[in-house]
């Protein structure tokens, strides 16, 4: 018998989570104290159950997300020596 549902469902790993916000950097959307979502992910991240639409706003995940991601900011370093150029 397959898993159900509710058990595939996990926090997204990608999360930046504080006291105050909650940031996802793959949707470029972060929650806050006055957004009801804000209390339902902290629920889940407790242990509730309940999933109340988290899925569909990608605070929580079923599959790996590691290969959805998108990049919003890249910073290269070509260089890790001193040229002495300045």
């Given at each position: 018998?397959?898993?159900?549902?509710?058990?595939?469902?996990?926090?997204?790993?990608?999360?930046?989570?504080?006291?105050?916000?909650?940031?996802?950097?793959?949707?470029?959307?972060?929650?806050?104290?006055?957004?009801?979502?804000f209390a339902a992910l902290r629920e889940f991240m407790s242990g509730a159950s309940g999933s109340h639409g988290l899925e569909s706003g990608g605070w929580i995940v079923r599959d790996d997300v590691a290969r959805n991601y998108r990049l919003k900011i890249v910073s290269l370093e070509l260089m890790t020596a001193c040229n002495q150029k300045c």
């Open positions: 018998m397959p898993p159900s549902a509710a058990t595939d469902l996990r926090l997204n790993p990608f999360l930046h989570i504080d006291a105050d916000r909650i940031y996802n950097p793959l949707t470029d959307r972060a929650l806050t104290p006055d957004d009801p979502d």
